[in-house]
């Protein structure tokens, strides 16, 4: 290469090349006395297992007051509980009970997605990688995948006859078919598979993901919110489309 080539192209700015991604966040909104606030979120920990585990949550001051019992240290003991908080709202940073928080940047723009549907009081724990079938064959499962759990499958594909509650998860190598409502997130094409596809009877899910890439409830046409959809990754954008009746 020439030194004036070369020079040419020293001098061209390098493209930057950007795209939007979508995440779903939880929104905890802690309540006074905070102690028995803490005790019921240590309970909820333990009933939905992985719910929380890498998840980013939104933490909202909206119910308390400067001058709540507790508040001064209420970041670090949410924290050690591994929470991942990303950002506060509804509080002021002025307060001095808050004064010493290491308070995250605030996101603006955010949509309300609906209330997530946690395990109930006497429900126990069922975050659990299912163990995959030999051979990379199709996991098939009968009945309803309740908040909370997590399913793994990095083999094939997944069928579910039955519905994915809010606070679900399902995870796969393969394919997604849900012979009911998909009200959780479904994650498929984990490892490349750019051509693995979401099926659902009943489409309401609160994320949608494939190969990477992401799409949340707000991203559904409202025509097509509720019902029969498929998801597939169309030149790195995931498209929500109706399925034939």
Sequence with gaps: MSDTASASHASSPMRIRARGRSFL?????????LNLWLAGLDQQVVRSGGLFSGKPVILDLGLLSEETQGLPTLLEDIRRRGVRIISIEGGDRSWP????WDWPASFEGGRPSGEVELPDQGAAADATAVAAPAGGQTLILDGAIRSGQCIQHMQGDVIIIGSVSSGAEIVAAGSIHVYGSLRGRAIAGVGGKSEARIFASRMEAELLALDGFYAVTEDIDAAIFGQPAQVLLDEDRVRVLPLPR
């Design 97 to 100: 009970a808050v004064s010493g």
């Design 25 to 33: 966040a939880l929104v905890l909104s802690p309540e006074a006395p």
